[in-house]
C-alpha cells in the first residue's frame, strides 16, 4: 500500500490502487470504516464511486458525501478478496453495508470417508470427524454445479442412505433415477463393490487435493478421440465438464479462511470441561486469547481476544503494536504485549481474566509466564495451545497435554486461538494509524 506524506483526497487516492484484485475500505471524516467492497481490479472499481453518476445514483448517493478516506488490503485473487469481504463485514458491521452481516457461513464440500460408501455433499455445517473437507466455497450455485459436473465424471453418489457393506437387504433397493442416466455407480444394489467405489472415492480425492493433470489429460485425449469420430455433442459435454471443473479453484484455503462459526461450539460444556480437566476451583467465565503477527515491512503486532461465558465480547477485543523488538521475535514480542496487558490491569484495578489463552508452543508459554514473573504478578490459569498437532502446554509441566480432539473444551480453546489469529492477521491493514492500536 503506497501512502504519501501528505493525505491525499479519496478521489486523488484511489489513482495509486493497484490493478490487482482486492478488498476497499470507506471511512467517515471519524475514520470509521462505513463500507466495505470486493474488486477484481481494486482502481477501476474504487474509482467508480468518484464520478458524477455515482453521486447521483441511488444506491451510492447517500454513501459518497460522507466518504473522507479509503484504504484497501490487496489479496491473491477474487476469491480471496471474496473471503475477506465476508469476513470483514460481519465483524466491522459497516452501516452502508447491506450484505453479508448475518451469520450465513460459506458453503464447503464434504466428503463422508467413515462410511462404507463415502458420500459427497453440499454443507453449511460441516461435521468434525469421519470426513474430508474442501471449502469455503464463495458460491453455493457454483459449488452445487461443481458436485453435480464431478458427480458425472467419479459416480459418486449424494444421497443420505445408510448403505452398509455387509447389510443383505440392499441388494433388493431400487436405485434412484441417478443410476439410470450413469451419473451414480448405484452402491445402494452393490452394483459395485465397496473397493471399487472406494477408488473412485480416492481418484476424487486426488482430483481435489490439485493431483489432476492426469485425469485432465484423458479427459482431453477423450473430447479430441470424440471429435475425430465426429461425436460432436461428446466432445462438447466433455468441454463443458473441464470448464466447470476450473471452477474447483474458486474456494478459499481451508486453514486460512477457517470459520469458527460454521463448527458447533456449545460455551457453557466447554467451559465445564475446562474447569474438570484442568481443575480448576471454578468455572472459568472470561478467557483472554493472544497471539503475534509480521505484517510487511517487518513491523510486529499482537492481538487480544476477550471471550465472556464462552462467546466472544469483541469491546474486549485489542491491538498492540509491537515497540520494543527489533525484527522477527515471537518470544520477545509475547513478553511485551503480555507485560503491557497486565500492567494496565493493575493500573486500572481491573480483574485478571480467569484463563489466558497463548498461541503457541513451549515456548511462547514460558515468554508470557516470565513477563508476569517480571512485573510480579500473579498469573491467572496461563496455557498454550500449538496449532500443529493441538497440543496443550502448561507451566511447569514439561511434556505437553492432549484432549479429545471433539472434547468441548478443545473446541472452545481451539475458537479463542483462532479469533485471535484472525484479529491479528486479517485487520493490521485496516487502521494503520497509531490511535488504532493499544500504546
Same mark, same amino acid.
Given at each position: 500500500m503506497t501512502e504519501s506524506s501528505e493525505p491525499k483526497a479519496p478521489r486523488e487516492r484511489v489513482r495509486q490502487f493497484p490493478e490487482a484484485p482486492g478488498v476497499y475500505l470507506m471511512k467517515d471524516a471519524?475514520? +470509521?470504516?462505513i463500507y466495505v467492497g470486493k474488486a477484481l481490479n481494486l482502481r477501476n472499481r474504487a474509482s467508480s464511486y468518484f464520478t458524477a453518476?455515482?453521486?447521483?445514483d441511488r444506491r451510492t448517493c447517500d454513501l459518497v458525501p460522507e466518504i473522507a478516506d479509503i484504504d484497501f488490503i490487496q489479496a491473491h485473487s477474487e476469491v480471496d478478496a471474496l473471503l475477506l469481504e465476508a469476513r470483514l463485514v460481519k465483524d466491522i458491521q459497516p452501516r452502508f453495508n447491506q450484505e453479508l452481516k448475518d451469520d450465513k457461513t460459506f458453503p464447503y464440500l464434504q466428503i463422508t470417508t467413515g462410511e462404507d460408501f463415502p458420500r459427497v455433499e453440499f454443507t453449511r455445517k460441516p461435521a468434525t470427524k469421519g470426513v474430508k473437507l474442501y471449502g469455503p466455497f464463495t458460491s453455493a450455485k457454483k459449488l452445487r454445479g461443481t458436485i453435480a459436473v464431478l458427480q458425472r465424471i =467419479?459416480? =459418486?453418489r449424494n444421497c443420505t442412505l445408510d448403505i452398509e457393506a455387509d447389510d443383505e437387504k440392499w441388494r433388493w433397493f431400487r436405485p434412484c433415477l441417478l443410476a439410470s442416466i450413469n451419473q451414480c455407480t448405484a452402491p445402494c444394489n452393490f452394483r459395485i463393490s465397496q473397493s471399487d467405489y472406494r477408488e473412485d472415492i480416492r481418484r476424487l480425492i486426488l482430483f481435489l487435493d490439485g493431483k489432476? &493433470? &492426469? /485425469?485432465?489429460v484423458e479427459m482431453k485425449r477423450e473430447m479430441e478421440l470424440a471429435s475425430r469420430e465426429l461425436k460432436f455433442e461428446k466432445a462438447a459435454r466433455i468441454r463443458d465438464e473441464l470448464k466447470a471443473l476450473d471452477n474447483l479453484q474458486l474456494r478459499g484455503d481451508l486453514d486460512e479462511h477457517a470459520q469458527p462459526e460454521a463448527f458447533y461450539i456449545d460455551p457453557k460444556r466447554g467451559l465445564k470441561g475446562l474447569k474438570k480437566i484442568f481443575d480448576l476451583p471454578k468455572l472459568p467465565r472470561r478467557i483472554e486469547g493472544m497471539d503475534i503477527a509480521h505484517l510487511q515491512g517487518g513491523e510486529t503486532v499482537a492481538s487480544v481476544v476477550q471471550f465472556i461465558d464462552g462467546l466472544p465480547f469483541k469491546h474486549g477485543y485489542k491491538r498492540y503494536k509491537i515497540r520494543t523488538v527489533q525484527g522477527v521475535d515471537d518470544f520477545a514480542s509475547m513478553r511485551e504485549v503480555v507485560s503491557r496487558r497486565f500492567r494496565r490491569l493493575q493500573m486500572e484495578g481491573e480483574p485478571f481474566p480467569d484463563i489466558l489463552l497463548i498461541d503457541g508452543g513451549k515456548g511462547q508459554l514460558g515468554a508470557a509466564m516470565g513477563a508476569l514473573e517480571a512485573i510480579d504478578v500473579t !498469573? !491467572? =490459569?496461563?496455557?498454550s495451545l500449538a496449532k500443529q498437532e493441538e497440543e496443550v502446554f502448561l507451566p511447569g509441566e514439561?511434556?505437553?497435554?492432549? /484432549?479429545? +480432539?471433539?472434547?468441548?473444551? /478443545?473446541? /472452545?480453546l481451539q475458537y479463542v486461538r483462532d479469533e485471535a489469529h484472525r484479529f491479528a492477521q486479517h485487520y493490521h491493514h485496516i487502521l494503520r494509524r497509531k490511535s488504532t492500536f493499544e500504546e
Open positions: 471519524q475514520g +470509521r470504516v453518476a455515482a453521486a447521483a =467419479f459416480r =459418486f489432476k &493433470d &492426469d /485425469l485432465v !498469573p !491467572p =490459569f496461563v496455557l514439561s511434556e505437553s497435554r492432549r /484432549l479429545s +480432539r471433539h472434547s468441548f473444551a /478443545l473446541r /472452545l
